[in-house]
């Protein structure tokens, strides 16, 4: 069965320090993988995908993400973490013919 | 301004009273699909399409009916609804291309079945 897993509920970080929201995929062939963000009361925002290539992403925000096909991982990661971006996460899947699967979302805390 | 639109944003309704929830995109893409984001669980799909008169089911469409009779509208229906389908609904759209677009999200449907 195709899935995608964030092990996580909640990640805190102190502002300042990197930040990392890890996320593994289980689908066949080879898949598009997705970050979103969601803030409070509203909808998904793009931040970054892997489709091919460079197994390290730039997205929006100051944020990337790096593809490990071996481990079947898509971590996001930053830097440098910022009390804004406190939020929560969603890694997602395109599997081939469209379909999409979520993973069940990371809660960031950013404290100050 | 690009966007996907969704209506209505909150809807009270009693167990086995047909409703519908309309979403709108302005960007000419060509799929679409229905989410559902439960505490917990994430966003599941719902249904999807690929264009007009072409759908699909996602992983959890028992319950809900979708049409794409217009490229730019993709209405969700639930028929007898219960209490089970009390969630936060999202229309999402893209590019079709091979599937490696990005989507755009509306703001949301927060339903409540009674």
């Known amino acids: 069965a195709q899935s995608v897993a964030q092990p996580e509920d909640q990640v805190n970080v102190a502002e300042g320090n990197p930040l990392t929201v890890k996320c593994t995929y289980s689908?066949?062939?080879?898949?598009?993988l997705f970050w979103y963000v969601q803030y409070p009361n509203r909808g998904l925002q793009f931040l970054l995908k892997?489709?091919?290539?460079?197994?390290l992403v730039k997205g929006s925000y100051g944020f990337e993400a790096e593809f490990n096909k071996s481990q079947t991982s898509f971590h996001l990661k930053k830097p440098s973490a910022l009390v804004s971006d406190s939020a929560l996460y969603f890694c997602?899947?395109?599997?081939?013919?469209?379909?999409?699967?979520f993973g069940a979302g990371t809660r960031l805390f950013v404290k100050a | 301004e690009a966007q996907v639109t969704q209506n209505p944003r909150y809807l009270i309704t009693v167990t086995g009273k047909k409703l519908t929830v309309t979403c709108s995109q302005n960007m000419n893409h060509e799929y679409m699909s229905w989410y559902r984001q439960d505490p917990g669980l994430g966003l599941r799909q719902i249904y999807y399409?690929?264009?007009?008169?072409?759908?699909d089911k996602g992983d959890v469409p028992e319950g809900y009916k979708v049409s794409r009779k217009e490229k730019r509208n993709f209405p969700l229906i639930l028929e007898s609804p219960s209490p089970n389908q009390t969630s936060l609904y999202f229309c999402a759209s893209s590019p079709s291309g091979r599937g490696g677009y990005e989507q755009y999200f509306g703001p949301g449907t927060r339903l409540t079945v009674t």
């Open positions: 892997y489709i091919t290539g460079d197994n």
């Open positions: 997602a899947v395109r599997a081939p013919g469209f379909k999409t699967i």
């Open positions: 689908v066949s062939g080879n898949p598009y």
């Open positions: 399409s690929m264009n007009v008169e072409v759908t």
